[in-house]
């Protein structure tokens, strides 16, 4: 029978079929980060029992760090607290843990690919929604809860309902301007927050063909923002030149048997999806959402909507349109921010500082913009050293920080206070997600970049110069 | 972690009609820097329930008195966003057992069944319903039965029935959780191992 991509990675890590239950799948990869894992140890440890595979787990520090100053002890005794918990839970189970400060270190769906952790083919979990990122190389990954980390560190093994299966496709090219990010916030605010819930979703057309493996992360990153448990793109020649050498995928013999299966990984043409959707890239504008959900997104030349035209509870609108200060019809060109934010597991990769630099190239930051660019990890950070993207930066007037979550969600003292405007390069635009009653606009580098410069939400295509692509 | 089994439920419930209410909203990220699991009921809807000088605000309906009851019912879409299980801690250790609504993110749903939190999927129509019955009168019960799948408005004997698949049904009737399962499937995943591609 023919199968889809989904179904090949899937079935082949299925232990067994519980009849009128979830389905017991074997687990390849195990991401653990500080703040989802210590109650799961302390479970292991009430059970008296230890971690079955250390070598297929893989520890980092990253949503709980400041990202300033790492050097240093961290300051608040929580956090503090949080770190020395994962430090010594990896040393006694064997784990590698790359903490503040370690070479490897960053944010856990950065690293993951960075160190060849990620590979097609592979099932991979972790304690954080936004794990579906990895889907970019062909593997089947998604997030989970502490529970399911404590079952997962026990056992290799997790317990869940297979998905349904969806396919997006998008056809034709990108615009000038249109990045991956764009084409994600174009897709959610089509299919809605929860209109893939209950799908793995796959991404294929030319669209996702030609795109970077950073941009393929980039739109898996983003596809629990609709709801679905995941992305996936199958694998291609791009796919194995970004992973061929790095430290933990396979080498020599083992590496052409797992090329020869690497290479299966693609659904059948005959393959039947559960739902399958269908867009022009041509559409799609650069992105910038209004409101507090992802789905919240429109063309950044649009007007925001009027509620009775967009699906949802008209109370839940208002109350989202109140909390933003925003109102229907308003454009959104033109607004004055406080905030910019590079970084996060969605928009923190070499390619976001490249997009980033070449707009604010020979341009200042704006007087009223606060900006935090946040590399996604130290080897991000050393590339857009030696790159020389630093340099343009500085010109510019930003600075660099150190990896790590950091302004995505807000945990650490990189809080955008209550009431001001943040661009965010990251993935949520929930209320007070970046602090408390701090306002977001979801966006891609570049409007990010246009921002950080003018001040104000403006189209990245009027500073794009010939040169730019 | 086992956790109290679940049969039949009666109680007055308390309503959120807002959608997509999301688990930044359910418990924010700046209190998830515990190791242990304890206190997060404290800070369920943090930021709708308390002003940020922590005085509490006053028409959110968790500071409403009129509202209680071990049921929590919420518009469509309820517990997107992150994975933090602790959104389902901060619901159970706050006192639900049961939360309702027309629609959950994948998520949240499995997190609540693994800790012992009922998920009750509902039509958009019943849970209109139960917000008509709460408004009418806010000690209206709900009752919840497991083993039938059924949840009725005891008011008007309006009743409506939901799945549950039969694995995760017996684990919450009996306080049973994945991991006693898993532990015990050691062969077979062994002998998996052997052949696993990666
Ligand atoms: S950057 Fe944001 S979304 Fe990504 S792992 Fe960190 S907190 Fe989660």
Redesign the pocket.
């Known amino acids: 029978m023919s199968k889809t991509l989904f179904d090949k990675v899937w079935d082949s890590h299925v232990i067994k079929r519980i009849e009128n239950g979830p389905e017991v799948l074997f687990i390849d990869r195990h991401l653990v980060?500080e703040v989802t894992s210590p109650v799961a140890f302390l479970g292991l440890k009430n059970r008296g029992i230890k971690v079955l595979h250390p070598e297929r787990t893989f520890a980092t520090a990253?949503?709980n760090t400041p990202t300033r100053n790492q050097h240093l002890p961290v300051k608040d005794p929580l956090s503090a607290n949080q770190l020395k918990a994962l430090e010594q839970n990896a040393a006694e189970h064997g784990i590698p843990y790359w903490g503040l400060g370690h070479e490897k270190n960053g944010?856990?769906?950065v690293i993951g690919p960075e160190n060849g952790i990620t590979v097609p083919g592979a099932t991979i979990v972790c304690g954080?929604?936004?794990t579906s990122?990895h889907g970019a190389f062909g593997a089947i990954a998604f997030g989970i809860g502490t529970s399911e980390v404590e079952m997962v560190l026990a056992t290799q093994c997790i317990m869940q309902p297979k998905p349904k299966r969806m396919r997006i496709n998008i056809h034709g090219e990108l615009s000038r301007g249109v990045t991956p990010k764009d084409v994600a916030l174009y897709i959610i605010s089509r299919l809605t927050t929860s209109g893939a819930t209950g799908y793995f979703v796959e991404y294929a057309g030319e669209v996702f063909r030609n795109m970077s493996m950073e941009g393929r992360m980039t739109v898996c990153?983003l596809s629990i923002e609709m709801g679905a448990r995941g992305g996936m793109i199958a694998p291609d020649e791009k796919t194995f030149a970004y992973i061929k050498g790095r430290e933990f995928t396979p080498k020599g013999a083992a590496w052409d048997k797992a090329m020869a299966y690497w290479k299966t990984l693609k659904s059948d043409e005959d393959a039947i999806f559960d739902k399958e959707v269908t867009f022009n890239g041509a559409d799609i504008e650069p992105m910038i959402t209004y409101g507090t959900n992802p789905g919240m997104g429109i063309g950044i030349s649009h007007g925001i909507p009027q509620a009775n035209m967009v699906e949802g509870g008209v109370a839940t609108y208002k109350k989202s349109l109140e909390y933003m200060d925003f109102h229907e019809g308003e454009n959104m060109l033109g607004k004055k921010i406080d905030f910019v934010f590079l970084?996060?597991?969605?928009n923190?990769r070499i390619e976001d500082f490249r997009a980033f630099a070449q707009i604010v190239k020979g341009h200042k930051k704006a007087d009223n913009v606060t900006a935090w660019l946040v590399p996604?990890s130290h080897k991000v950070e050393a590339a857009i050293r030696e790159e020389g993207l630093l340099d343009i930066l500085e010109e510019a007037g930003f600075e660099l920080r150190e990896p790590?979550?950091?302004a995505?969600?807000a945990?650490n003292d990189d809080k955008i206070p209550a009431g001001k405007y943040a661009v965010s390069t990251?993935?949520?635009n929930f209320e007070g997600r970046q602090g408390p009653g701090a306002r977001t606009l979801l966006a891609s580098p570049l409007v990010a970049a246009a921002a950080a410069i003018t001040g104000k939400v403006t189209d990245p295509r009027e500073l794009m110069t010939m040169e730019t692509v | 972690m086992a956790y109290d089994k679940f049969n039949i439920l009666k109680s007055t419930a308390v309503p959120l009609p807002i959608e997509n209410v999301d688990t930044d909203q359910i418990i924010p990220?700046r209190f998830l820097k515990a190791t242990e699991r304890k206190g997060f009921g404290d800070n369920l809807f943090r930021d709708w329930r308390y002003h940020p000088d922590d005085t509490p605000k006053e028409h959110f309906v968790l500071n409403n008195p009129i509202y209680s009851g071990k049921i929590l019912v919420g518009g469509k879409n309820f517990g997107s966003g992150?994975s933090r299980e602790h959104a389902a801690w901060a619901i159970y250790d706050y006192g639900f057992r049961c939360v309702v609504s027309s629609f959950f993110a994948d998520i949240f749903r499995g997190n609540c069944l693994n800790i012992g939190v009922l998920p009750v999927q509902v039509s958009a129509e019943f849970l209109q319903k139960i917000f008509e019955a709460i408004e009418a009168d806010p000690k209206a019960k709900l009752e919840i039965s497991l083993p039938d799948q059924s949840i009725t408005i005891l008011a008007t004997g309006e009743k409506e029935q939901f799945d549950i698949n039969g694995y995760k049904k017996d684990n919450m009737l009996n306080g049973f959780d994945d991991i006693d399962y898993l532990l015990n499937l050691k062969e077979e995943i062994r002998a998996f191992e052997k052949q696993a591609p990666l």
């Open positions: 980060h990253d949503h944010i856990v769906h954080d929604s936004h990122t990153n970084g996060s597991c969605t923190g996604g790590g979550c950091s995505c969600l945990m990251s993935n949520r | 990220a992150s």
